[in-house]
């Protein structure tokens, strides 16, 4: 099979990674994909919303599956385009059409799935412009702190903690009024949930589904979650507090509801369900959707998986997932990222990486690179994702750590406690 996966981060890095692994990979092509994802297929210089270019690519290159990474172009609509297209709609799409896609590109709609399908979540309520004196009113009934979600994509920044109500006013003036653009033309108010966070996986061809390993990922850029969230500074996998008892109440109160509530409301949803979790008292409640794998979760979730991934694909692509075995592996897998400096505002590009040659028991996912001749430079402002595998969650923590600091370049930074609340 010729792939064609869409991306260009760590998470497609850990695609490619395990996608060529699978002996039904005949090639495979990245787009626009890093300096690192070439060293396992064929970068093409495309966007991944330039549907009529990837179209023509799929044609000329005799693609047999597409297999998208982010969200954005599953929220724009890629799935419907190809299914929309006589030449393409053979050609199996990874990822939800774009009415499902909605349950991460809407925090309104998403809200609204989980009511109608009695999923456990936030109380919460939808305020417009024209609906912002019932919404100023409202904040005036919730206790503190209060959380403002944007409703639309809002590249990780549209949601906010307030602390006084004097502060959460002041925030949805300024998101009705266009603080984060289109996003926040809707505004969702919910309920602060005090616990702590994980995320679970799963793999669904529309009828039945897989649940993938779980993780716990680091937003803040500080050590001991201290300081500006970021997109993902480090992760973890398996969670130690999500044991048997716990993730059944996942399966049983939110997976199973979930796809069912898919099959009610008629949405064909073939890809990943990313279900952001909270864990409260030991009781799960969902924080949010994704569509798609979460970043960098997916450089500790892939590795743990040691049964063919491209063939859990091609099962989601025939609907036939349920006859596909999934094994993971018992150890643990530990994520640092490595970030340039300045990250998550104004960063620095361009600076040369040495010493990716020195890892000695880690896997080295590139996330913002990019290849100037015989250098690899920084990119992005997450630049790297050192993941190892080991027997025990300290082990994988301190080996991912040590193989992280004998990477150099200019402005580099980790966080050395990724995994230490858990231990």
């Not at 006084?164 to 033309?185: N, W, Y």
């Not at 491209?310 to 036939?320: H, K």
């Amino acid at each position: 099979m010729n792939i064609l996966l869409l991306g260009s981060g760590g998470r497609e890095s850990a695609f490619a990674w395990k996608i060529t692994q699978s002996p039904l990979c005949t090639a495979l092509f990245i787009a626009p994909g890093n300096a690192g994802t070439g060293a396992y297929g064929t970068n093409v210089n495309l966007n991944v919303t330039d549907f009529q270019g990837i179209g023509n690519f799929v044609l000329h290159n005799d693609i047999s599956m597409v297999v998208v990474g982010p969200e954005e172009p599953l929220v724009k609509g890629i799935h419907d385009y190809f299914l929309a297209d006589e030449k393409l709609k053979a050609i199996p799409v990874i990822g939800p059409d774009q009415e499902g896609a909605k349950l991460e590109g809407s925090k309104n709609y998403s809200k609204a799935f989980m009511r109608r399908h009695f999923i456990p979540t936030a109380a919460s309520a939808s305020f417009t412009e024209h609906s912002i004196n019932e919404g100023l009113a409202y904040l005036e009934t919730q206790k503190l702190p209060v959380v403002l979600k944007a409703d639309g994509l809002a590249a990780g920044k549209g949601v906010l903690i307030c602390q006084t109500l004097e502060e959460a006013q002041a925030e949805l003036i300024a998101m009705l009024g266009g603080k984060f653009g289109e996003a926040s033309s809707t505004v969702v108010i919910e309920e602060f949930m005090s616990g702590i966070e994980l995320s679970v996986f799963v793999l669904t061809d529309g009828h039945s589904y897989k649940i993938l390993p779980e993780a716990k990922d680091y937003k803040r850029i500080g050590e001991g979650d201290t300081g500006l969230n970021t997109g993902g500074m480090g992760s973890i996998s398996p969670v130690p507090f999500a044991d048997e008892a716990f993730m059944q109440k996942v399966e049983n109160d939110i997976i199973k509801p979930t796809i069912g509530g898919l099959k009610i409301d008629q949405i064909h949803y073939k890809g990943f369900i990313f279900i952001g979790l909270m864990n409260v008292n030991g009781e799960p409640f969902v924080i949010e959707y994704n569509v798609r794998m979460g970043d960098p979760e997916t450089e500790s979730v892939i590795p743990r998986i040691e049964s063919d991934f491209l063939n859990l694909l091609l099962g989601v692509a025939q609907e036939n997932l349920a006859e596909k075995e999934l094994k993971i592996s018992p150890k643990t897998a530990a994520t640092v990222m490595l970030v340039a400096s300045g990250y998550p505002g104004e960063y620095l590009k361009g600076n040369p990486i040495a010493g990716l040659d020195n890892i000695r028991d880690s896997h080295v996912f590139q996330a913002g690179t990019v290849s100037d001749g015989s250098e690899i430079k920084t990119a992005g402002g997450r630049v790297l994702a050192v993941t190892s595998v080991q027997d025990t969650m300290f082990d994988a923590v301190q080996q991912a750590v040590a193989d992280a600091g004998r990477i150099y370049y200019d402005g580099r930074y980790f966080r050395t406690d990724i995994g230490f609340d858990l231990l």
